[in-house]
Antibody, heavy 123, light 107 residues
Framework: QVTLRESGPALVKPTQTLTLTCTFS??????????VTWIRQPPGKALEWLAR???????YYSTSLKTRLTISKDTSKNQVVLTMTNMDPVDTATYYC???????????????WGQGALVTVSS | EIVLTQSPGTLSLSPGERATLSCRAS???????LAWYQQKPGQAPRLLIF???SRATGIPDRFSGSGSGTDFTLTISRLEPEDFAVYYC?????????FGQGTKVEI
């Protein structure tokens, strides 16, 4: 059974760095053609793709946010960590981690999601 | 990056009616790597359709997807009360992945 769970601070101050952890089970990032992605959603707004890390440690970032984002994985702990620097109130959102994989037939999109972590940026 | 534009923004319908949602891409979506998600308040999105027209596991057959290239459609043949939600299209043919802005299906 695949599960993902986000954890991190619910409140951060402007200019601080946000660190979020995605802890997953039911798959491995070391042996499968699997990727873990971070997506966020401001209150009442659309989904925004942030970053992805692949089983082979390739990393990809949002064009508009790439200078502020870092994604990494700890395969032994089944965790993926996202850091976002210089937080601003406009970064207030629910942050989700999700899984994508490559099957024999090609890419398969986000089938499993965490429940989301609401992060508020306020002084 | 590929920009996805969904229309309409809001669809006001009644249970039993047919819903037709549109998603247009700024560039051709390779290999029809187009997905649809349903999101209800306070919940994570749920995958409905992948590959433009294939239903994900456990999705009722009243949900269907069609299209290719730059124009895609999600159809809900007969709306059930639990179908009133926000629907997003998403392309996964290129990185960065991108989402549409969503269509709200309301009563």
């Amino acid at each position: 059974q695949v599960t993902l769970r986000e954890s991190g601070p619910a409140l951060v101050k402007p200019t601080q760095t946000l660190t979020l952890t995605c802890t997953f089970s039911g798959f491995s990032l070391s042996t499968s053609r699997v990727c873990v992605t971070w997506i966020r959603q401001p209150p009442g707004k659309a989904l925004e793709w942030l970053a992805r890390i692949d089983w082979d440690d390739d990393k990809y970032y949002s064009t508009s946010l790439k200078t502020r984002l870092t994604i990494s994985k700890d395969t032994s702990k089944n965790q993926v960590v996202l850091t976002m620097t210089n937080m601003d109130p406009v970064d207030t959102a629910t942050y989700y981690c999700t899984r994508e994989e490559i099957l024999n037939s090609g890419w398969y999109p986000f089938d499993y999601w965490g429940q989301g972590a609401l992060v508020t940026v306020s002084s | 990056e590929i920009v996805l534009t969904q229309s309409p923004g809001t669809l006001s319908l009644s249970p039993g009616e047919r819903a037709t949602l549109s998603c247009r891409a700024s560039q051709s979506v390779s290999s029809s790597y187009l997905a649809w998600y349903q999101q209800k308040p306070g919940q994570a999105p749920r995958l409905l359709i992948f590959g433009a027209s294939s239903r994900a596991t456990g999705i009722p057959d009243r949900f269907s997807g069609s299209g290719s290239g730059t124009d895609f459609t999600l159809t809900i043949s007969r709306l059930e009360p639990e179908d009133f939600a926000v629907y997003y299209c998403q392309q996964y043919g290129r990185t960065p992945r991108t989402f549409g802005q969503g269509t709200k299906v309301e009563i």
